[in-house]
């Protein structure tokens, strides 16, 4: 059962246009919800991270929209460049324990930003 | 100064043979984390340790033996390796307290191939 779905899987984008990701969730014991940014050969890195209790939240080129009734939240990137060409997994996170958090991921946007 | 690291990068082995991936992070934190990533770049937990103390352990075949000498350590042994473990494992850490522990950072991951 798939807890986190993700759209589309795959997506292009030219320079300086908006790239734009979309997740929907199911558990409502999710606390926390970070997107991570994988490239080839590489283990994907926090990119941004927004909490249940705000809609948004903005980091540099990087927007999370969160809509905490409808159970989605989207990445948005300004002003895409080349550079931005990675593999986009959103996640969803659920305290275990106090001591762990379990993410479950989406299944990845595969994002490519051409000249 | 990598944050967190595995060892090997890359295995190749024979159907049957027993592994072990090794993972160190210098972040100071308690929680680490093994996870899977499938040919589909579909990442699963698998385990978390929280200062020594196994806090996740998924639906994962009791092949798998997790093993963490210290908090900064946490190693993973394979016995009778099948065709089917052919992945990328990624070690991963975080905080345990607070929002920290939903934010992870992830090894460049160890990319196993059973023939």
């Known amino acids: 059962q798939q807890q986190v779905k993700q759209s589309p899987q795959s997506l292009i984008v030219q320079k300086g246009g908006i790239s734009i990701i979309n997740c929907a969730y199911e558990?409502?014991?999710?606390?926390?919800f970070p997107w991570y940014q994988q490239f080839p050969g590489k283990g994907p890195a926090l990119l941004i991270a927004?909490?249940?209790?705000?809609s948004e939240k903005k980091e540099g080129r990087f927007t999370i929209s969160f809509n905490k009734s409808a159970k989605q939240f989207s990445l948005h990137i300004m002003d895409s460049q080349p550079g931005d060409s990675a593999t986009y997994f959103c996640a969803a996170s659920k305290t275990i324990s106090g001591t762990a958090s379990k993410l479950t991921f989406g299944t990845g946007t595969r994002l490519q930003v051409t000249l | 100064d990598t944050a967190v690291s595995q060892t090997p990068k890359y295995l190749v082995t024979q159907m049957g043979n027993d592994k072990s991936i090794k993972c160190e992070q210098n972040l100071g934190h308690d929680t680490m984390y093994w996870y899977k990533q499938d040919s589909k770049k579909f990442l699963k937990i698998m385990f978390s340790?929280?200062?020594?103390?196994l806090i996740i352990n998924e639906t994962v075949p009791n092949r798998f033996s997790p093993k963490s000498p210290d908090k900064a350590h946490l190693n993973l042994h394979i016995n009778s390796l099948e065709l089917g473990d052919s992945a990328v494992y990624f070690c991963?850490?975080?905080?345990?307290?607070?929002w920290g522990a939903g934010e992870l950072f992830f090894g460049e991951g160890s990319r196993l191939t059973v023939l």
């Open positions: 558990n409502t014991a999710f606390d926390y």
């Open positions: 340790y929280n200062n020594k103390e």
């Open positions: 927004i909490r249940p209790d705000v």
């Open positions: 991963a850490s975080s905080q345990d307290r607070g």
